[in-house]
């Protein structure tokens, strides 16, 4: 009788259910567009010449300075003319829109001596590749609000090489920077752009709030080592729609916090809402939730997406000493294509910044639903491999059809986690026909028309 009933709610899950609407993770939905500024200034204005040699850093900083004249008057915008515009880090104000032409090309310098080194994050503790400080980001923000990065299709350039050559000879002095980051803002807007070769992250918004990036393409060389696209860190009400990302390791990443230093800070990412995006991987996921998750990961909300070429399609990562929390996330109308494993969680995965982690700290993963999945060319459906102090719970899976090749000969590999599913093919491994609590998830019900 107890599994007659679990299977009707499978079935009503199947076919029925969405996220609600009222403003919780269905961020995308409440993104009104940025007023145009009232005042716009051209970078050739400051002497900056785009030749693609000269260093126009002092260019940028001294027109964002001048910029900072009419933040109470509507703000301004920093116009960027076609041409190659070579810089080292640079740090916005609040109010500001920095605007690329179509033909205008930031180019990070590649000479490590032009980066700042900047403290380590308070939730990492120190920096995640190489111990102490960090270089700075070669576009920064601290502490700002109404914040535009767009354009007319202008493209960043990080100019990675250097840096995946210092990686991988393990030569870095500090950890690598990203092209975007930004820190403690709210109100941000990344659009109408390309991102390439980012040194590490493409875009990194932690502490934010009120995040909106779209129509934003990204792409690194499938061997840059662990070069990321998108990370909401310690993040909430974010939305990523319509963007179409291709990198060496994740596509796009959501974290939290790194052990102790993760837990003490105490910031999730949450409601955080991810659509219409195109992700490749090479050796990553194209959709990564942790390991670094100490501060929590929840109520997150991903449709309509196409993932291809890669290693992982959607995986969980966590471990021992980690704390925090994944619970509460929906992830609905997939398309994969030529992926290795279609859908992962462990409990094996990371490393510890120091010794002062607590083991006892146990992560907790909780209410993850996956439903309306569609694959071709699959090797392994399935791998989940919770910590046997904290088993992965309430596991859900529905409507699921993978076509897996010869590759393969065991398609789901199962230990130390519970669930249900309905209509997965191939068939799922026992652990997941247990009777669990597919529907008390409390951002879940009924298919409503706001969709």
Not at 266 to 290: K, M, Y
Request: glycine share 8%; charged share 15%.
């Amino acid at each position: 009788m107890l599994e007659l009933v679990a299977l009707l709610l499978l079935l009503s899950l199947s076919n029925e259910v969405r996220v609600n609407g009222d403003g919780g993770n269905r961020q995308c939905e409440h993104n009104p567009a940025p007023k145009p500024r009232p005042h716009t200034v051209s970078i050739l204005e400051f002497g900056a010449v785009g030749d693609g040699k000269t260093l126009n850093t002092i260019a940028f900083q001294n027109a964002i300075f001048y910029l900072k004249s009419f933040a109470d008057k509507g703000g301004a915008q920093l116009y960027v003319p076609p041409g190659t515009w070579l810089t080292k880090s640079f740090n916005l104000t609040s109010h500001l829109t920095l605007f690329l032409e179509k033909g205008a090309v930031i180019l990070g310098s590649q000479d490590p001596f032009h980066w700042d080194v900047v403290d380590p994050l308070p939730s990492y503790g120190r920096g995640v590749e190489v111990p102490g400080g960090r270089y700075q980001s070669l576009i920064n923000g601290y502490m700002l609000d109404d914040v535009v990065i767009t354009g007319n299709s202008g493209i960043i350039d990080g100019m990675g090489l250097a840096w995946w050559e210092l990686f991988s000879s393990h030569s870095l002095n500090y950890s690598r920077p990203h092209i975007i980051e930004l820190v403690a803002s709210d109100h941000v807007v990344v659009s109408n752009l390309t991102f390439l070769n980012a040194p590490a992250y493409s875009i990194h918004p932690v502490y934010c709030s009120n995040v909106h990036i779209y129509n934003v393409s990204i792409s690194a060389p499938p061997e840059s080592p662990y070069t990321i696209g998108i990370v909401p860190d310690s993040s909430d009400h974010v939305c990523i729609e319509d963007c179409v990302i291709e990198t060496g390791y994740d596509a796009i990443a959501l974290k939290s916090g790194w052990d102790e230093y993760g837990i003490a800070y105490g910031r999730p990412t949450e409601n955080v809402h991810i659509r219409r995006v195109h992700l490749q991987a090479s050796s990553g996921s194209t959709i990564a939730f942790g390991s670094d998750m100490s501060g929590g990961i929840s109520n997150i909300l991903v449709e309509n997406v196409h993932l291809y070429n890669s290693r992982s399609g959607i995986e969980f990562r966590t471990m021992r000493g980690r704390g925090g929390y994944i619970k509460e996330i929906v992830i609905s109308d997939v398309e994969m294509e030529n992926i290795y494993t279609a859908m992962a969680a462990t409990g094996y995965c990371g490393s510890h910044p120091d010794d002062k982690f607590d083991p006892n700290a146990l992560p907790h993963l909780d209410h993850i639903i996956l439903q309306d999945v569609i694959g071709t060319n699959i090797t392994v459906a399935g791998s989940f491999a919770g910590l046997q102090e904290s088993p992965f719970t309430n596991i859900c899976l529905s409507n699921i059809n993978l076509s897996i090749n010869s590759v393969a000969s065991i398609p789901w590999e199962c230990s130390n986690i519970s669930g249900f599913s309905d209509s997965v093919l191939p068939k799922p491994c026992p652990d997941l026909e247990i009777l669990s609590d597919c529907l008390s998830l409390p951002s879940v019900k009924g298919k409503t028309a706001d969709m």
